[in-house]
Structure formats: structure tokens, C-alpha cells
């Protein structure tokens, strides 16, 4: 890994130039965009959740314990690092293998690469070998093959916070949907549109559905009517689905208005207030007031924040002001794609579909700092300062997952 990070760099440093050395865009520009950027994605939030464990470690949150992680074998954020480092490196590897091959007279890159590259990538995050932190990524599919066998399966917190994270990579799953539908409908000589828009709103669809059937279940074992609340949370985000594809199906020209794109903007309206409360209220607990919460009374718990909740870990109250602002900002983004040249962008839609696809990236990663320190303030009876085993009471479980 140490050998890495040297060799990283100077493909960081090496890509943009070669890239401003070519002139006008390479063949088939679109579906290497849509492959590349999946990939991209899948990188940027690997590092991300690097920062996300560096602030808990720092802050003394034991988010080990939480997702029920034995300190020896799990990656910590240097080791979260490093595999970003390494995947970006063989991203930036297959990107100049692309447009070298696309400037030569080697044309049988234009499909092999950015093929090559999705494999690798698959091969590393599926290989069953210990090597590339099997212990974490273990983890990961334990708790995504509890989400995929539903009601039989004990959902708990770790595995309603992975069903989360998916929720917020609906771009990467597309991305992967198209690679995979692109490259097997060519070999086949067939076009992949048709199919494509059939398997992306059941892309974008199945995380959310997920996180509705936790819900059901939750609500089922515990017959806690928050459980239906924040059930009908998913519930308002797979209805802006549907009407978003209705749209996308019966108008060639997505940016047309027609009744099911008003519906649309009123379905995600709503979702967008509602996931942003919820986010703020239930998941953050910023509002909390049970003193069940707080035996552990201390002078230093203080604050002048007096509507915040008596326990904050990250101390300064402008940190979770900030927090809720940018949470607002971010969830509304999707504002932009109803008009973005009144915006002031005039790039393409998929580059467009990128960037929005990383802030929703970066907004997951917040809502990760501030989910976690409240559940560990649950789970430690309101000390801050706690470094010990939580209390596993199942009465101290935040219903609001």
C-alpha cells in the first residue's frame, strides 16, 4: 500500500494534463462517461467513509460496537484511504488507457477498458481471497444479504444503516445496471435504451424498497408507530419514483412538462421536507428533551444552545447550525435537472447527473457523522465521554433508523 500513494499521485497529477492534450471529445463518449462515473463513485465514497471513521475516532464514538465490529482485522481510516487511493489509481489507469487507445489506432480499447476496469472492480469487492480488507467488506455482505432475505432476517442497526447507504448510491447501481446491459447487449449487437429503461427506475426503486420493508418489520416486531412514520418517509421517495418514470416513458423528451412531471415535483417536494425533518428530529435527535437519555448529568454537558439536545459530542453548536442548513441545501438540488440552464449550467445532462450524484454522496456522509453520535449518546446513556461498552438495552434502540 505505501507503494501506492507515490504512484497515485503522479496519475493524478499526469491525468488532467493528457486530458487537456486531446482535442474534442472520444468515441462513444456517452456510455464511457456513464461507466466511468459509476466507478468514480464508488471511490469517492470509500474515501469518504474514511473521513466519517477518522471524526468518530476522534470524537471517542464507538461505532465499532454499534455495527457489533471486533476491533482487531477492521480497516480503520487510514486503511479506508488507502483503498480509495488504490481504486482511483486503477480508475485513472483505465481512463488513460481509454483515451490513449481512443487517439491511436488501437480501437479495441474503446470497449476493453472501460469493461476491464468494471471487472476489476468487481473482482476486488467480491473476492473471497483475504486480501483488500476481506474482514470489512464481510461485513458489508452479511448485512446486505440480511437486506435481500426481508422479513426473515433480523434487522437491526447496522443493517438498516447499510440499506441507507444504498439509498444514496442509486446512480452508481444505474451506472453498473447500464455497464453491464451495454456490454452484453453489444456483443450481441443489440441496443441496450429499451432495456435500460425498463431496469433503471427498478435500480433506483429496490434500495428504497428495502428500507420500506425494514421499516414494516421494524414496526411488526415492536409495534412502535414511528416505525410507520419513517416507513412512510420511503414510502412519498418510491411515489416521486414512480411518477418520475412515468414521465421518462411516455414523453421522448424528458425535459417536456406533462402531468406526471407535476406530480413528480410534488411527490419529491414532499420527500424532500419530509427525509429533511425526519434527518434533523428522529435520525439526529438534535431536538431531544428524554431525560431517560441523560442519567449521566454533568456541568460540562451544558451548552447555550438551550433547543438543542443536552448532549452534543461534536461540542460547538455551529457545527450542527452548518449541518442543518447544508442538509436543506443538498437534498434540494434536484431543482437544478427541472431547468439548468436558469442555473447557469450548460454542460451535459450526464455530467450534470454526476455531480448531483456526488453531493448526494457527500450530503450521506454528514447525515453519517450525526446518525452515529446519536446513537452512540443512546446507547451510552447520554455520556459523551464514553469509551466502555453501551448499554444494549433494547429500550435505548432509536426507533428512527
Known amino acids: 500500500m505505501q507503494v501506492i500513494r507515490p504512484i497515485f499521485t503522479l496519475f493524478l497529477v499526469a491525468l488532467p494534463l493528457y486530458v487537456l492534450s486531446l482535442g474534442g471529445d472520444p468515441p462513444d463518449y456517452t456510455n464511457v462517461v456513464i461507466v466511468y462515473r459509476g466507478t468514480w463513485l464508488v471511490v469517492l465514497y470509500v474515501f469518504l467513509c474514511g ?81 483488500f480488507y476481506k474482514h470489512t467488506r464481510q461485513w458489508i455482505f452479511n448485512h446486505v444479504a440480511s437486506i435481500l432475505w426481508g422479513p426473515y432476517a433480523v434487522t437491526n442497526f447496522a443493517s438498516c444503516w447499510v440499506a441507507d447507504q444504498f439509498t444514496s448510491a442509486t446512480v452508481a447501481l444505474v451506472d453498473f445496471e447500464y455497464t453491464i446491459c451495454h456490454y452484453f447487449l ?83 417536494s414532499l420527500s424532500t421536507m419530509y427525509s429533511y425533518m425526519w434527518d434533523i428530529i428522529m435520525d439526529w435527535g438534535l431536538f431531544t428533551r428524554d431525560p431517560y437519555l441523560y442519567p449521566h448529568h454533568h456541568p460540562h454537558h451544558h451548552h447555550k444552545s438551550w433547543h438543542f439536545r443536552e448532549v452534543l459530542i461534536y461540542e460547538r453548536p455551529m457545527v450542527y447550525y452548518f449541518a442543518m442548513v447544508t442538509n436543506l441545501f443538498m437534498r434540494t438540488t434536484w431543482m437544478i435537472t427541472l431547468n439548468p440552464e436558469y442555473f447557469g449550467i450548460h454542460f451535459r445532462r450526464d455530467i450534470l447527473v454526476f455531480f448531483l450524484a456526488s453531493v448526494e454522496l457527500v450530503r450521506r456522509i454528514q447525515w453519517n457523522f450525526f446518525r452515529m453520535e446519536y446513537e452512540h449518546i443512546v446507547k451510552s446513556g447520554g455520556n459523551k465521554f464514553s469509551d466502555g461498552k453501551l448499554i444494549s438495552d433494547s429500550k435505548q434502540d432509536v426507533p428512527s433508523q
Open 51 to 131: 473521513v466519517n471513521v477518522f471524526v468518530w475516532e476522534k470524537y471517542n464514538i464507538n461505532y465499532l460496537q454499534i455495527f457489533s465490529l471486533e476491533a482487531k482485522g477492521v480497516s480503520y481510516f487510514m486503511d479506508f484511504f488507502e483503498a480509495a487511493a488504490t481504486l482511483a489509481f486503477l480508475w485513472s489507469l483505465g481512463i488513460i488507457l481509454y483515451l490513449w487507445t481512443s487517439s491511436s489506432t488501437l480501437s479495441f480499447g474503446l470497449g476493453f477498458s472501460p469493461l476491464a476496469l468494471s471487472l476489476l472492480f468487481w473482482v476486488i469487492i467480491l473476492s473471497p481471497s483475504n486480501i
Open 186 to 268: 453489444y456483443i450481441g449487437g443489440l441496443n441496450c435504451d429499451s432495456l435500460h429503461r425498463i431496469l433503471q427506475p427498478i435500480c433506483v426503486a429496490f434500495p428504497f424498497i428495502w428500507r420500506l420493508m425494514q421499516c414494516l418489520i421494524q414496526y411488526r416486531d415492536s409495534s412502535n408507530t414511528n416505525h410507520l412514520l419513517n416507513a412512510g418517509k420511503y414510502a412519498t421517495s418510491l411515489c416521486a419514483i414512480f411518477f418520475s418514470t412515468i414521465h421518462l416513458i411516455t414523453q421522448e423528451n424528458p425535459n417536456s412538462w406533462s402531468v406526471f412531471r407535476t406530480y413528480w415535483v410534488m411527490a419529491i
